[in-house]
């Protein structure tokens, strides 16, 4: 009985640690795309340097965002939005255009990162 009792424990903890680090990682998403939808708006609005200060915050907030959820997603998914989030900052002061094609890109690596996260029988089996 006791065996019982600390696999349901276990099973329960690990239960509590998926969902827990789900609700953390949406979190975290919304946020940083809600800073990058901000930084396309103001580029979009003609303000180069505010658009510039902004994807300076972004950075700052990237490396907080990077070592809150390396405990939950490979490098190698984070690696590749870091690559994507260092390009903002030069594509905004060289008006480069393709700064909203890379921002679109960082939106999708985030919702597939997201999908690729969530419990499913076809990310299970």
């Known amino acids: 009985m006791r065996r019982v009792k600390i696999a349901v424990w276990l099973i329960a903890f690990i239960i509590a640690y998926s969902v827990m680090s789900l609700f953390v990682?949406?979190?975290?998403?919304?946020?940083?795309?809600?800073?990058?939808?901000?930084?396309?708006?103001?580029?979009?609005?003609?303000?180069?340097?505010?658009?510039?200060?902004?994807?300076?915050?972004?950075?700052?907030?990237?490396?907080r965002y990077e070592r809150a959820v390396t405990i939950f997603i490979h490098d190698g998914a984070l690696e590749e939005i870091n690559s994507s989030i260092a390009k903002i900052t030069p594509f905004i002061s060289n008006e480069n255009s393709e700064l909203i094609a890379e921002i679109q890109s960082i939106y999708h690596r985030l919702d597939q990162m997201y999908e690729e996260e969530f419990p499913a029988w076809y990310n299970i089996l």
């Open 25 to 63: 990682l949406n979190h975290y998403n919304e946020e940083l795309k809600g800073r990058i939808e901000n930084i396309q708006s103001v580029y979009e609005s003609g303000d180069t340097e505010k658009a510039l200060a902004l994807s300076n915050e972004l950075n700052v907030y990237w490396h």
